[in-house]
């Protein structure tokens, strides 16, 4: 059961992640009110780190910002340890 919440989770904080920077670009675009660069990093931050790290990549957002050139794929590397780690580690068995 646990497996399965966590899979589902990953997969919907990804997805909402992914599409809430694809907002953001389109609201840029059209000179609208904008989602905080805080909100955007903390759905990485909480596991969304794939969806926003695949948004900047095929929408170009966020890509001239250090902040999310840097924090965006550390995350994603931490996200991808701990997923390693949890499952050598037995705890998915």
């Known amino acids: 059961m646990e497996k399965e919440f966590i899979i589902l989770y990953l997969v919907f904080i990804n997805v909402l992640s992914f ?17 905080s660069e805080a909100m955007l990093l903390f ?7 794939l969806g926003a790290f695949l948004s900047m990549l095929i929408f170009r957002h966020k890509t001239q910002k250090l902040k999310f050139t840097l924090l965006v794929p550390l995350f994603l590397i931490i996200h991808i340890f701990l997923a390693f780690f949890a499952i050598r580690g037995g705890y998915f068995s």
Do not use: E, H, M, S
């Not at 599409?19 to 989602?35: M, Y």
């Not at 759905?43 to 780190?49: E, H, K, V």
């Open 19 to 35: 599409v809430i920077f694809a907002v953001d670009k389109n609201r840029a675009k059209k000179n609208l009110w904008r989602i």
């Open 43 to 49: 759905l990485a931050f909480i596991g969304g780190a």
